[in-house]
């Protein structure tokens, strides 16, 4: 390797850092498409699917995409978005995560209105007699939707500065967005679709398709206690009150959780759903294994090569594969797990196998697991399948989903597995579990 100074060293360092960005691409902009690797998660090319059943569906229509956290699902959002603006489709992103509190049970109007401002935000201004933020203002206020002390001035600003903010923290508001629906339930989301329509006009006026993309969803999950009221809480907005997410003219994309798909088998048919798009963690490893998939991990370096070609001064080859494996095919992890290694004290290059283990013990799923869930999750990575019963439920298993104690993968079929960094860990506890002599209560 070329010897380099320290300065050279520090700038090396620098951008290889700043190649590790975690965010979604925008595959509109040149230097974010010539990042994106193609067949990440596996030959069959869902969003292609989904794409062309937009593309032929008439009227508009309601579809979902979901996946693991940290599979790269958003990017592959922004890959449809791009595909389907190069068809004439007028496409509008919203990503949810900046409107609504995802540690509170969401309502129907709370997310109606997180939605319809995230869409107004995204318009823009346009060529109109009445500017779409104006118009929502007054479908807000005709309605009586929002609380009458929170004045909106389209005039004073975006929308986003004038309703997020209320919508992300105030709980008195949100409780008042649901008191007003339930008042005026019919007339309300009546109104809401009238508005829709008038927008449509505006957007697609020379007959476009309207495809609405609603990012995030899947990360509405809560805390502790709350965490089941806060999951109650979409399943309801999906299962029980999914006929106002449907908007004539629209073709809405909502990402929504695996598990609520899994829990509510029928979902997306009352929905009218046909293709649903599956962003399983990247095949790393052949199916119901540990052994490496190739090609999985090639698509996964060359992701890593795209982004910083010159990887091979910092880390060597093994070492690269070591966290790529590691990982479990979590983009997101990976590139923090490669961010925590250059924050080493590095004098000479390549790292030392002792800062890529450092950073893989960071990133480690806690191994504060109940002793009862120790033989569930040792049970399931022997199966591959999830081994729900009576005491383990669809909802703790999506708990360790959301804690990536458990990955889920789509080589052929769907199948689990736990965390690399933990399936040693918990089949030795579970073999010393079953090995422990029963002590019998002399009561």
Not at 163 to 184: G, H, M, P, V, W
């Amino acid at each position: 390797m070329t010897a380099m100074n320290e300065q050279q060293l520090e700038e090396l360092l620098t951008r290889f850092t700043n190649s590790l960005r975690v965010a979604p691409l925008d595959l509109t902009k040149p230097e974010d498409e010539k990042l994106y690797v193609s067949g990440l998660h596996g030959d069959v090319d869902a969003v292609a699917r989904l794409r062309r059943e937009i593309l032929r569906v008439e009227g508009g229509g309601v579809f979902l995409f979901t996946g693991q956290p940290g599979s790269g699902k958003s990017t592959e959002l922004q890959r449809l978005r791009r595909d389907l603006l190069r068809k004439g489709c007028q496409v509008f992103y919203c990503d949810l995560e900046e409107w609504l509190n995802f540690n509170a049970p969401v309502t129907l109007s709370s997310f109606l209105v997180a939605l319809l401002s995230s869409w107004v935000d995204q318009v823009g201004t346009l060529h109109a007699q009445r500017a779409p933020a104006e118009r929502f203002i007054t479908f807000l206020t005709k309605t009586r939707l929002i609380p009458e002390n929170l004045k909106l001035d389209a005039a004073a600003g975006p929308i986003k500065g004038q309703i997020q903010f209320a919508l992300k923290t105030d709980e008195d508001f949100r409780r008042s967005l649901e008191e007003n629906l339930k008042r005026q339930l019919s007339s309300i989301v009546a109104q809401a679709r009238l508005f829709i329509a008038e927008l449509v006009v505006e957007l697609c006026s020379n007959g476009e398709k309207c495809v609405l993309l609603a990012d995030s969803i899947e990360k509405i999950r809560g805390f502790g206690d709350e965490s089941d009221k806060v999951y109650e809480s979409v399943q309801r907005l999906f299962v029980n009150e999914g006929s106002a997410l449907r908007f004539d003219g629209v073709h809405v994309v909502y990402s929504v959780s695996p598990f609520l798909l899994e829990q509510n088998t029928q979902m997306a048919a009352s929905l009218g759903t046909g293709v649903v798009v599956n962003m399983p963690s990247v095949h790393v490893f052949e199916r119901h294994s540990r052994h490496p998939d190739e090609k999985g991990v090639a698509a996964v370096i060359d992701l890593i090569a795209r982004r910083f070609p010159a990887w091979s001064q910092v880390l060597t080859e093994a070492q690269l594969r070591r966290l790529v494996l590691q990982t479990g095919g979590d983009l997101r992890d990976l590139l923090r797990a490669i961010r925590i290694v250059l924050t080493d004290d590095i004098e000479t290059l390549p790292v030392t196998d002792d800062m890529v283990e450092y950073a893989l013990k960071q990133i480690t799923p806690s191994k504060a697991i109940p002793a009862e869930h120790v033989g569930w999750l040792a049970r399931l990575d022997t199966s591959h399948e999830p081994e729900l019963s009576d005491k383990i439920d669809g909802r703790l298993l999506q708990r360790y989903l959301t804690t990536k104690h458990v990955l889920v993968y789509l080589n052929g079929e769907q199948w689990y597995a736990v965390h690399p960094m933990l399936c040693d860990w918990v089949g030795e506890r579970a073999k010393l579990a079953a090995a422990a002599p029963i002590v019998n209560n002399p009561n």
